[in-house]
């Protein structure tokens, strides 16, 4: 019935479409921000003093469907010491050539050493630049914070320097917990 009609209607709807609002961005001059939960490149956290959370179990090597996570732990000594526990990650690297972003190893992780952040721009003309470290990978360090080997700064013991330095009772300092930058899995 009418078919003669059907190619206006068509027209119509092309017509109608030039003036609504346009969605294209124009990326990378505009970048339209992510949502706040977003699943963005890792970031490995540091106490408030600037030691590392990671203590290189290994759970989220072992979590990750792609096998895109390395980890190699090594001891803590008292003259060298990266973690406020008995080990640290010496050798951490993503490989983001598999990562799917999945967040299953933020998961695994025992410490909230391991997070995402929004950003997204990974892409790379080389695929030994997709294999990020531990350099790249770990937080900068915030004011107040000391790179690490160094002291247990907010307690002697690890009770102390969990449940009274890291909550800001004890310790000789207490920047903001970096960790919360960018964090899109809470
Ligand atoms: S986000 Fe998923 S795929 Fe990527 S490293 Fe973590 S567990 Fe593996
Ligand atoms: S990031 Fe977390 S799960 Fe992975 S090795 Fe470090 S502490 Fe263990």
């Known amino acids: ?17 030039m003036f609504r609002k346009v969605d294209t961005v124009q990326y990378p001059e505009e970048k339209k921000p992510t ?6 490149r890792h970031q490995l956290n540091r ?4 030691l590392e959370k990671c203590i290189g179990c290994e759970l989220c090597a072992w979590a990750c469907p792609a096998d895109a996570i390395y980890v190699e732990g090594a001891d803590n000594t ?23 972003l999945c967040g299953l190893c933020v998961e695994a992780c025992p410490t909230r050493a391991l ?10 003309d080389s695929r030994e630049a997709l294999i990020w470290t ?12 000391e790179a690490p080997p160094h002291p247990m700064r907010l307690g002697e013991t690890e009770r102390d320097y ?10 000789a300092s207490q920047p903001s917990d970096q960790d919360q930058a960018g964090r899109a899995d809470e």
């Not at 949502?35 to 963005?40: L, Q």
């Not at 531990?134 to 914070?145: H, N, R, S």
């Not at 969990?162 to 310790?171: P, V």
């Open 1 to 17: 019935m009418l078919d003669f009609l059907n190619p206006i209607k068509g027209f119509g709807v092309t017509f109608r479409q």
């Open 35 to 40: 949502a706040p939960r977003y699943h963005g």
């Open 47 to 50: 106490w408030p003093d600037g």
């Open 78 to 100: 008292e003259q060298e010491r990266y973690s406020p526990g008995e080990r640290y990650g010496r050798v951490y690297q993503i490989n983001y050539l598999r990562c799917i």
């Open 115 to 124: 997070t995402m952040t929004n950003d997204y721009e990974l892409a790379d």
């Open 134 to 145: 531990k350099e790249q990978l770990v937080a900068p360090l915030q004011p107040g914070m």
């Open 162 to 171: 969990y449940l009274l330095g890291s909550s800001g009772i004890a310790g």
